[in-house]
């Protein structure tokens, strides 16, 4: 499986082949110090210095951060929810929000 299909957010496709350049190239320098001993100590912090730059970490306070935006997810589903139920969504279990959702989601997709 292409790392793009695993990791579509971290790897876009001109980046695949320099990441498994890099992955070569660390497996090369570990085969080189377990067969000569070589001090592989530099080689391997640039590379793992370069795998650290590829992940871009999320924001979890202010205006963007991934909190608020699953609060407003949350919102936008209980009050599309609340149209199709005469129940308060914050009130029902995770079990009937998530089963009402489907309920929905079948229903419409027959209803096409």
């Known amino acids: ?7 579509p957010d971290v790897i876009d496709q001109s980046q695949e082949k320099n990441y ?11 085969l080189e110090e377990i067969a000569f001993g070589t001090d592989i100590t530099k080689r391997v912090e640039s590379i793992e210095a370069y795998f650290a730059e590829m992940i871009k970490p999320a924001s979890f306070d202010g205006a963007g951060s991934i909190e608020r935006g699953y609060e407003l997810q949350f919102e936008e589903t209980c009050h599309f929810l609340s149209k199709h139920t005469n129940k308060d969504p914050k009130k029902l279990s995770v079990k009937e929000f998530y089963s009402l959702l489907k309920y929905i989601e079948n229903k419409g997709s027959s209803d096409a």
Do not use: N, P
């Open 1 to 7: 499986m292409e790392l793009t299909q695993l990791f």
């Open 20 to 30: 498994y350049q890099k992955v070569r190239e660390l497996k090369e320098a570990e």
